[in-house]
């Protein structure tokens, strides 16, 4: 049985400008004991569907099972879910203990039983030499581990967070990602976890679901989202930095770059569409594949950056070590046909398909 089941679950508002949709007909499954991350820019709908969930908005549309209840039009309180806010929402006059155990004294849990669960969540989050410590005595870090803390300690079998880690730096956001995916691990809870962050996404999911205008546009392990995206829109946001799109015309022998002579990319009915490549699947070819020209270098210790750009493409490059590149050098770009992926006009993923014979500096 799925934890969590969204159904067509649509939510909106009349503005002056006319009615906004900020989530539209999303519907998806959550399994048990995953971590699942809604994913997407500022406005795509990923705060107001975690919202849906936790019952602080209720949904105009659909409906939404947790555990095998319809709970779509309940309080948040009948929902038996934790929720860390992006604020952490402390209380600053009450103890790192009195902040924990705020939500069990309010459902009037045995007072035995809130001391064992305090000082099993403060074990297991490192909190039990702060418990007597206010929240304006507690570095960010800490913070983030009390809020976290009075989530666990509910023991709800889900527990939502609205971007947890957007106020710590990158070092701390780091750390408390690994923190986090562990903890979830251990408890076996199910999570669902909004970021606008990819990289959040990607080193903490089981599955990813990306939205953008208030709809899914893929929902899938974080492999399928960045090894096969389902159009332009995906290939773009997840990677860093993100796949080159480069646009294609008709030209001698199939469809080329846009601004070239070629090399063929496609066969001619790819012209009109994109193609799409991986930084890290180009390599350097000099004296053929596709020419292009070097913009900027940017040297990142392990690896480097190169920008270039081909006709009216822009390419960047990712390349291990340093590279002996200057802005205005010549080069040649090519790659392995397995790392071409081609979209059509409109952005949506072709199948894989092999590439025109005249494409052999990309085999």
């Keep these: 049985m799925s934890a969590i089941v969204v159904e067509g679950a649509s939510k909106h508002w009349t503005t002056s400008d006319g009615q906004v ?8 499954a959550l399994d048990e004991g995953t971590l699942n991350v809604l994913l997407g820019p500022s406005g795509c709908g990923k705060s107001t569907t ?9 949904a105009d549309e659909g409906a939404i099972r947790i555990g095998g209840r319809d709970v ?4 948040p309180a009948e929902r038996n879910i934790a929720m860390v806010f992006q604020s952490y929402a402390l209380f600053p006059h009450l103890t790192v203990a009195e902040n924990s155990l705020f939500g069990l004294r309010v459902r009037k849990v045995p007072a035995a039983e809130c001391e064992s669960r305090l000082k099993d969540t403060a074990d297991l989050l490192g909190l039990s030499a702060l418990l007597n410590r206010k929240p304006g005595q507690l570095s960010g870090g800490q913070q983030q581990r009390v809020a976290l803390g009075r989530a666990i300690i509910a023991r709800a079998p889900v527990c939502l967070m609205d971007e947890p880690l957007s106020n710590l730096d990158a070092q701390l956001r780091a750390e408390m990602r690994q923190e986090i995916r562990a903890l979830q691990k251990k408890l076996g809870i199910t999570m669902v976890y909004v970021t606008h962050d990819q990289v959040e996404a990607m080193s903490m999911a089981d599955r990813v679901i990306l939205l953008d205008g208030g709809r899914i546009e893929q929902n899938g392990a974080p492999v399928d989202l960045y090894e096969s995206p389902a159009n332009a829109f995906v290939a773009r946001f997840i990677g860093t930095p ?3 799109l480069l646009k294609l015309v008709a030209g001698a022998g199939g469809a080329v770059v846009d601004g070239t002579d070629g090399p063929a990319m496609t066969p001619a009915d790819g012209a009109g569409g994109w193609i799409g490549v991986r930084p890290e699947h180009i390599r350097f070819a ?11 270098v940017e040297y990142l210790g392990g690896d480097s950056l190169v920008m270039t750009h081909a006709g009216r493409a822009r390419v960047a490059v990712r390349v291990a070590g340093a590279v002996a590149f200057r802005h205005g050098d010549a080069i040649g770009l090519e790659w392995p046909a397995g790392a071409l992926h081609r979209f059509s006009a409109d952005g949506v993923r072709h199948a894989p398909s092999g590439q025109t014979s005249g494409a052999t500096a990309y085999v």
Excluded: C, H, K, Q
Aim: hydrophobic content about 45%; glycine content about 8%; proline content about 11%.
């Design 72 to 75: 779509t039009r309940l309080p």
């Design 242 to 244: 993100p796949m080159n």
């Design 50 to 58: 975690l919202r849906l969930i936790a019952g602080l908005e209720i």
């Design 286 to 296: 000099p004296g053929r594949g596709l020419p292009a020209i070097v913009d900027s």
């Design 21 to 28: 949709r900020a989530v539209d007909r999303v519907s998806f």
